[in-house]
């Protein structure tokens, strides 16, 4: 981060301008190039406006690499393209370790600081003008602060790790364990909810079209409960949990897919859905982990909605595939932050956690599985049944979304992971970038 930092500190500030009519970011250079030391102190809502959209852009940042590194790593896919360090370093071939200055260790990381720290600093800039009412400062404030808990949740995801100070780029503060990012997360989080009940009405600034129902200051804070239910169940705090998701936008009755999306497009500045591939290529494809198929219910509706039968499955570096990812339309497709179908997910976890009525989670995991059209659930209704059947609903809900991963960790199952060639190895986390070491 070192670097990451060294470069934001002194950027420009020719940050995104979001067409609010439109589902892309279209990237502009501000007239007048004020660094980000201008926009400290009186910025303008224009400029505080530019950093929010600066934020979802980036927010954004590293996605693909993320959810197909973690992806490979807990084995539900295998990427097949020109890099063999893919299907080589990530599944430790040959006992090959993973690289700390590899595009699969920099990417995620450099993206969710980067996003942080335009976050930082909008809630420095928003603190610190008088362009804005308080109430719009706090919408500013309370945005900004949501977004950081929810990358350094990602990040601890990932990493096992993260550096939660990083307000100053001159004094970094200590890479610190997941515990401790995640409980630091959470407080943000409520801090967050609390600037956002003071926000008004509405926003000071507009969202992009993935925010569509979660552009006000009471709307987005369902989303920043739901960030904050999450929290709380991978610290393995169910009541809480359960608080949080009961101001969120979790219903059990509901489109499983309403939630917030990142937005892509192909205008000049914005990026490409880099987890896009098109039907039935062999050289640049995302290929479905064969225990997927082999370990699916009979008809799992999932199975056949989220993936293709490979119409040529050719091998690559001795791993194969009969079926082809199937999650997005085109490159331009959007991609779910937190949609209701993970919530319900989380609420059957957190039920179970809180020690709530057995009837109560398996109502929750019924949802999910009628959805996928299977029959009710029927299996024993102990803590240990349960948790089992959530993680397996989990695994195919969440397919390819950098959630297994994760899972398998927090929960000790790495070790039933399967090994797809002799001399692989199971890693549990990416390695903190290099730069890192030598702050």
Request: hydrophobic letters at 40%; glycine letters at 10%.
């Amino acid at each position: 981060m070192k670097n990451i930092y060294n470069t934001i500190k002194t950027f420009s500030l020719a940050m995104a301008i979001l067409t609010v009519t439109s589902c892309t970011f279209d990237e502009v250079i501000s007239p007048n190039g004020p660094s980000v030391a201008g926009v400290l102190s009186n910025a303008s809502k224009g400029q505080l406006n530019e950093l929010v959209v600066g934020i979802e852009s980036t927010l954004r940042s590293g996605i693909a690499i993320e959810t197909t590194a973690s992806g490979t790593m807990a084995r539900e896919l295998y990427l097949f393209d020109a890099d063999p360090r893919n299907t080589g370093d990530l599944l430790g071939k040959n006992g090959i370790g993973l690289d700390n200055n590899s595009f699969y260790s920099t990417a995620q990381w450099a993206g969710s600081y980067r996003c942080i720290k335009n976050a930082n600093t909008l809630i420095e800039a928003a603190s610190n003008t008088d362009a804005v009412t308080a109430a719009e400062a706090n919408g500013y404030i309370g945005f900004a602060k949501t977004v950081i808990a929810y990358e350094l949740i990602q990040i601890v995801k990932s990493y096992g790790q993260a550096r939660v100070d990083v307000s100053d780029p001159s004094n970094l503060g200590p890479l610190v364990d997941g515990a401790t990012a995640l409980a630091a997360a959470r407080a943000l989080l409520d801090q967050a909810n609390g600037d956002l009940s003071g926000a008004g009405g509405s926003f000071a600034f507009s969202l992009s079209s993935g925010f569509d129902g979660f552009d006000s200051p009471s709307s987005f804070a369902q989303f920043n409960r739901g960030v904050a239910g999450m929290a709380a169940v991978y610290a393995g705090d169910g009541t809480a949990a359960l608080s949080a998701l009961a101001g969120s936008h979790l219903n059990l009755g509901g489109d499983l897919n309403v939630g917030p999306k990142h937005i892509f497009g192909l205008g000049g500045g914005d990026q490409a859905n880099g987890l896009f591939k098109v039907n039935g290529e062999n050289g640049d494809q995302i290929i479905v982990h064969n225990s997927w198929i082999n370990d699916a219910e009979p008809g799992d509706s999932r199975v056949t909605e989220k993936t293709n039968v490979r119409p040529d499955p050719q091998p690559q570096d001795g791993l194969n595939g009969t079926n082809e990812t199937n999650l997005y339309d085109s490159n331009t497709s959007p991609i779910d932050i937190l949609r209701n179908e993970e919530l319900i997910l989380l609420f059957a976890e957190a039920s179970i956690l809180a020690g709530s009525p057995s009837g109560t989670t398996v109502n929750a995991l019924n949802v999910i599985r009628n959805s996928a059209n299977l029959p009710n659930y029927t299996g024993a209704t102990t803590p240990a049944a349960l948790t089992s059947e959530m993680l397996r609903q989990r695994r195919y809900s969440l397919w390819a979304e950098n959630h297994r991963l994760y899972d398998t960790r927090r929960y000790g199952l790495s070790g039933s992971l399967p090994i797809d060639r002799p001399g692989d190895q199971i890693f549990t986390t990416l390695p903190v970038p290099l730069a890192e070491n030598d702050i």
